[in-house]
């Protein structure tokens, strides 16, 4: 991505975080600690669910984190307008954006490993963290996992998600404040 979209998301984003941080320190979910939470998106925790080959989208139910949402009806998703959906919309021209998530991670949050499969399609996740290499995205290709950290303030992040083997499993963890905001590319199909 060249320097001056990332600047572009990053100044929409300083932005934005401001409103998004008081919809999620005022939320009502529950926000349970779990002692455990390293042990959920461990190796091991990825391995009771690659052993399990009947269901593909399985995932680890456990996690940690806030939907940060507007008020509005309970059985809609009311993520907040955002200024950095602009700014996509302007760098993705040939995507159809959706939001597909909104999310406040605390100290010891993260979400369990997990495919997606259900909805194959490119990912864009955009992440702010409070503090450098104390969050992060996991996730396992060709035999091996990867952790890959989160810069202090804006790590941008883009991946595929497959609906068929091999399956793209995936998690996240966090020791610091972090928040990340999602995107479905859905490609617009061009016609003659």
Not at 16 to 35: G, R
Not at 44 to 58: E, M, Q, V
Not at 176 to 192: A, D, E, K, V, W
Request: charged share 30%; aromatic share 14%; hydrophobic share 30%.
């Amino acid at each position: 991505m060249p320097l001056y979209q990332f600047n572009a998301i990053e100044q929409a984003i300083n932005k934005d975080i401001v409103h998004i941080k008081e919809l999620a320190f005022q939320t009502e979910e529950e926000n349970k600690y779990s002692p455990d939470w390293e042990d959920q998106i461990s190796s091991k925790a990825l391995n009771l669910l690659l052993d399990d080959p009947t269901n593909p989208i399985a995932y680890h139910k456990t996690s940690r984190k806030i939907s940060v949402k507007e008020k509005g009806p309970k059985d809609k998703r009311n993520y907040p307008r955002l200024d950095v959906t602009k700014v996509l919309k302007d760098i993705f021209p040939k995507y159809k954006l959706e939001q597909s998530g909104c999310f406040y991670y605390p100290k010891g949050g993260f979400m369990g490993w997990h495919t997606n499969a259900d909805t194959e399609e490119d990912r864009l996740y955009i992440t702010f963290a409070e503090e450098d290499k104390q969050s992060f995205f996991r996730y396992y290709k060709d035999g091996s996992i990867i952790t890959d950290y989160d810069d202090k303030g804006i790590t941008i992040r883009r991946f595929s998600v497959s609906g068929g083997p091999p399956f793209f499993w995936h998690c996240v963890g966090s020791n610091t404040n972090r928040f990340s905001f999602g995107y479905r590319l859905h490609p617009i199909l061009q016609t003659s």
